[in-house]
């Protein structure tokens, strides 16, 4: 009994004693692919939605990415200003673009040089802050050819965001090349569970049905939020003893 007692004693005196984690933010700045969607999209998801549900409550996930925004207009439209003042030092920043960037008849896109230019001054700035950059390559789109192999349509952007981070010493998570690797492993019909892929009739909020191989479902959002994790895992990022570990039932 004085055994236990003692044993006992030690872990409340443990629990007092060992300091609290600091509460931390991770921001989301990106395109449509991440951002929180309208009610009458449904089921259309960006993973940063599922995103949320995977960390403790000492991390508060603050979701600022927009439909259709690029480096330019994601600055321009001052939602990075609103990272920069709502952010403290030690707090993450997910940085994900390139789909609207890339696309020369957009009013927002932009040149290589200028992706270049514009991802570089996200990570000084957020330095100067003291915050933690992390870049993301644009996560794939669902796009395969007469043969069944997965095509990339992000070539070009996502290696200006693999040379950036190499450059900058920050850290990289390849969401085109995971993405397409899940979407070849799933194969042509499987993958189309992950997109917005709807038939007239399916759902009520796109009667006419809906085929986009951009857009997640539900499904192919919380798949993408859990790359996003592992990649955290893989990396060794402090946020990874950050995320929620499994119930496993015996």
């Given at each position: 009994?004085?055994?236990?007692?003692?044993?006992?004693?030690?872990?409340?005196?443990?629990?007092?004693?060992?300091?609290?984690?600091?509460?931390?933010?991770?921001?989301?700045?990106?395109?449509?692919?991440?951002?929180?969607?309208?009610?009458?999209?449904?089921?259309?998801?960006?993973?940063?939605?599922?995103f949320v549900?995977?960390?403790?409550?000492?991390?508060?996930?603050?979701?600022?990415?927009?439909?259709?925004?690029?480096?330019?207009?994601?600055?321009?439209?001052?939602?990075?200003?609103?990272?920069?003042?709502?952010?403290?030092?030690?707090?993450?920043?997910?940085?994900?673009?390139?789909?609207?960037?890339?696309?020369?008849?957009?009013?927002?896109?932009?040149?290589?040089?200028?992706?270049?230019?514009?991802?570089?001054?996200?990570?000084?700035?957020?330095?100067?802050?003291?915050?933690?950059?992390?870049?993301?390559?644009?996560?794939?789109?669902?796009?395969?050819?007469?043969?069944?192999?997965?095509?990339?349509?992000?070539?070009?952007?996502?290696?200006?965001?693999?040379?950036?981070?190499?450059?900058?010493?920050?850290?990289?998570?390849?969401?085109?090349?995971?993405?397409q690797q899940?979407?070849?492993?799933?194969?042509?019909?499987?993958?189309?569970?992950?997109?917005?892929?709807?038939?007239?009739?399916?759902?009520?909020?796109?009667?006419?049905?809906?085929?986009?191989?951009?857009?997640?479902?539900?499904?192919?959002?919380?798949?993408?939020?859990?790359?996003?994790?592992?990649?955290?895992?893989?990396?060794?990022?402090d946020l990874?003893?950050?995320?929620?570990?499994?119930?496993?039932?015996?």
């Amino acid at each position: 009994m004085k055994r236990s007692g003692l044993i006992f004693s030690t872990l409340i005196l443990l629990a007092f004693s060992l300091p609290e984690k600091k509460k931390i933010k991770i921001f989301i700045a990106g395109d449509s692919t991440a951002s929180i969607k309208e009610t009458k999209a449904y089921p259309e998801t960006g993973w940063g939605m599922p995103f949320v549900y995977f960390w403790d409550s000492t991390v508060t996930v603050i979701n600022k990415a927009k439909n259709g925004r690029s480096t330019k207009s994601f600055r321009n439209e001052g939602l990075w200003k609103q990272i920069l003042d709502e952010s403290s030092e030690g707090d993450y920043v997910l940085i994900q673009f390139g789909h609207n960037d890339e696309v020369p008849t957009k009013a927002n896109a932009t040149t290589e040089a200028e992706f270049r230019n514009n991802l570089t001054v996200f990570i000084s700035e957020a330095r100067s802050k003291k915050l933690n950059a992390v870049l993301l390559t644009p996560v794939a789109r669902r796009k395969f050819d007469s043969a069944g192999k997965i095509a990339g349509t992000h070539d070009v952007y996502s290696q200006i965001v693999r040379e950036v981070a190499a450059k900058e010493m920050v850290p990289l998570i390849d969401m085109d090349k995971k993405g397409q690797q899940l979407y070849q492993q799933m194969g042509v019909e499987n993958s189309k569970l992950l997109f917005l892929q709807l038939k007239p009739g399916d759902h009520p909020n796109h009667p006419e049905g809906k085929e986009d191989n951009t857009h997640f479902s539900e499904l192919g959002a919380r798949l993408i939020a859990q790359i996003v994790l592992k990649e955290i895992k893989d990396l060794k990022l402090d946020l990874a003893e950050r995320i929620i570990q499994p119930v496993i039932k015996k």
